[in-house]
């Protein structure tokens, strides 16, 4: 299967969503607040040479995977710190034959998700404070795995016409990864249009939801309910749910809305809301309806002028990157409704992929920082400094 960030127009705009109305409020109230918002870039880190695809944050340490086949790593003491690119012998990772698709970071393990059909799973082995190296513990599927499935015909898919495989391979990129909220399993992805589970105990692949879509699978999030959301070029978003008794996911709900392939889903903390970018230009909203079973359209965001092509939730706050080269940071109203916040500039290309944290670093103010990759090779660091609301301030 060819690339459907490429092919299928993801950065080529597909027209707005008419149907589904704006909740960006205009409120002339929240001109104060809106105004003392404080953002700017920190740094912007250079090293790869192609484009960053993949981000992952863990509090102390920056991953990031680009389509040069590399996972870089990148270390800040804190935030008013520069950010320093460690020597190549520690800090660079060749992965493989594909270009790094997505980051998850586990405790003292890095799953990174590939071009090349593969995930990898890296131990990270600290030497010291300032010093970490990498050795690869598994690639999933693992042999084991593989030779476990190989002799029963039941455990063979037919992936083309005069093809088979056993059904723990991924036949095509791996575009995205999700960890469970417990940890215990690993959630994958692909443009083959599956979606499997694996434990992350042993590496081994419980499940694989076959044709779980239409089209090229690019992106999935999990509630902490256990909700899993995968979103697709087919222009759906699927919820798949462990039904009570059973060994297997279930498709317990398709939602549709969008007009083009979506490219990234993100869930709120609590879990009760739903954001969905695509090449509409639009970010749906979607929130939990009073039953708490299903999920309703409260409306979209928009002002991005190009294809949505990364989301992430940092606290409670929402930032979406764009191919407008922009990203744009988003906050919910007592009202239901979003102000943008901000729009952050400084990008020559298209914005793949984000990641964020929260500094509380004083009573009236919240830090922010945002780390964005592009198809520029660059890394920025963003600092955004919100003044709390109104009723905060006088509490």
Same mark, same amino acid.
């Given at each position: 299967?060819?690339?459907?960030?490429?092919?299928?127009?993801?950065?080529?705009?597909?027209?707005?969503?008419?149907?589904?109305?704006?909740?960006?409020?205009?409120?002339?109230?929240?001109?104060?607040?809106?105004?003392?918002?404080?953002?700017?870039?920190?740094?912007?880190?250079?090293?790869? #040479?192609?484009?960053?695809?993949?981000?992952?944050?863990?509090?102390?340490?920056?991953?990031?995977?680009?389509?040069?086949?590399?996972?870089?790593?990148?270390?800040?003491?804190?935030?008013?710190?520069?950010?320093?690119?460690?020597?190549?012998?520690?800090?660079?990772?060749?992965?493989?034959?594909?270009?790094?698709?997505?980051?998850?970071?586990?405790?003292?393990?890095?799953?990174?998700?590939?071009?090349?059909?593969?995930?990898?799973?890296?131990?990270?082995?600290?030497?010291?404070?300032?010093?970490?190296?990498?050795?690869?513990?598994?690639?999933?599927? #693992?042999?084991?795995?593989?030779?476990?499935?190989?002799?029963?015909?039941?455990?063979?898919?037919?992936?083309?016409?005069?093809?088979?495989?056993?059904?723990?391979?991924?036949?095509?990129?791996?575009?995205?990864?999700?960890?469970?909220?417990?940890?215990?399993?690993?959630?994958?992805?692909?443009?083959?249009?599956?979606?499997?589970?694996?434990? #992350?105990?042993?590496?081994?692949?419980?499940?694989?939801?076959?044709?779980?879509?239409?089209?090229?699978?690019?992106?999935?999030?999990?509630?902490?309910?256990?909700?899993?959301?995968?979103?697709? #070029?087919?222009?759906?978003?699927?919820?798949?749910?462990?039904?009570?008794?059973?060994?297997?996911?279930?498709?317990?709900?398709?939602?549709?809305?969008?007009?083009?392939?979506?490219?990234?889903?993100?869930?709120?903390?609590?879990?009760?809301?739903?954001?969905?970018?695509?090449?509409?230009?639009?970010?749906?909203?979607?929130?939990?309806?009073?039953?708490?079973?299903?999920?309703?359209?409260?409306?979209?965001?928009?002002?991005?002028?190009?294809?949505?092509?990364?989301?992430?939730?940092?606290?409670?706050?929402?930032?979406?990157?764009?191919?407008?080269?922009?990203?744009?940071?988003?906050?919910?109203?007592?009202?239901?409704?979003?102000?943008?916040?901000?729009?952050?500039?400084?990008?020559?290309?298209?914005?793949?992929?984000?990641?964020?944290?929260?500094?509380?670093?004083?009573?009236?103010?919240?830090?922010?920082?945002?780390?964005?990759?592009?198809?520029?090779?660059?890394?920025?660091?963003?600092?955004?400094?919100?003044?709390?609301?109104?009723?905060?301030?006088?509490?």
């Amino acid at each position: 299967m060819s690339d459907p960030q490429f092919c299928c127009s993801s950065y080529e705009s597909e027209p707005s969503l008419p149907s589904v109305p704006c909740i960006t409020s205009q409120l002339h109230l929240q001109h104060y607040y809106l105004s003392n918002i404080q953002h700017h870039c920190l740094n912007t880190l250079k090293g790869h #040479t192609s484009y960053v695809s993949s981000l992952a944050f863990d509090g102390k340490f920056l991953y990031t995977g680009s389509s040069d086949k590399e996972i870089r790593l990148w270390k800040c003491n804190d935030l008013n710190s520069d950010f320093e690119f460690e020597n190549l012998t520690n800090n660079i990772v060749v992965v493989g034959k594909g270009a790094v698709k997505s980051l998850v970071v586990l405790a003292d393990k890095l799953f990174s998700a590939h071009q090349d059909h593969k995930i990898r799973v890296w131990k990270i082995n600290n030497d010291g404070p300032d010093n970490q190296n990498y050795t690869r513990l598994a690639t999933l599927p #693992t042999l084991s795995d593989r030779a476990s499935k190989l002799f029963l015909p039941k455990n063979h898919v037919q992936i083309r016409r005069h093809k088979t495989c056993t059904w723990v391979h991924h036949v095509d990129t791996v575009s995205a990864l999700a960890l469970s909220r417990d940890e215990t399993l690993l959630y994958s992805v692909s443009w083959d249009r599956t979606l499997k589970i694996w434990r #992350t105990s042993d590496f081994k692949c419980l499940e694989s939801v076959t044709n779980a879509h239409d089209d090229a699978i690019n992106a999935v999030a999990l509630s902490d309910d256990g909700d899993v959301y995968t979103g697709s #070029t087919d222009k759906k978003i699927k919820v798949w749910r462990k039904i009570p008794g059973d060994k297997n996911h279930s498709l317990v709900a398709t939602l549709k809305k969008h007009n083009s392939g979506i490219n990234a889903l993100a869930i709120s903390l609590d879990g009760s809301t739903l954001y969905s970018g695509a090449s509409d230009r639009s970010i749906v909203v979607w929130e939990k309806d009073d039953g708490g079973d299903g999920m309703a359209v409260a409306g979209a965001l928009r002002g991005h002028t190009k294809s949505i092509l990364c989301l992430a939730v940092v606290s409670d706050l929402v930032c979406s990157g764009s191919a407008d080269k922009t990203i744009r940071i988003w906050r919910r109203g007592v009202d239901g409704n979003y102000s943008c916040l901000a729009v952050l500039e400084g990008h020559k290309g298209p914005v793949k992929c984000l990641a964020g944290a929260v500094d509380r670093s004083s009573r009236c103010d919240t830090s922010y920082v945002i780390y964005s990759g592009n198809l520029d090779c660059d890394i920025k660091v963003w600092q955004i400094v919100v003044p709390l609301p109104y009723g905060d301030l006088e509490s």
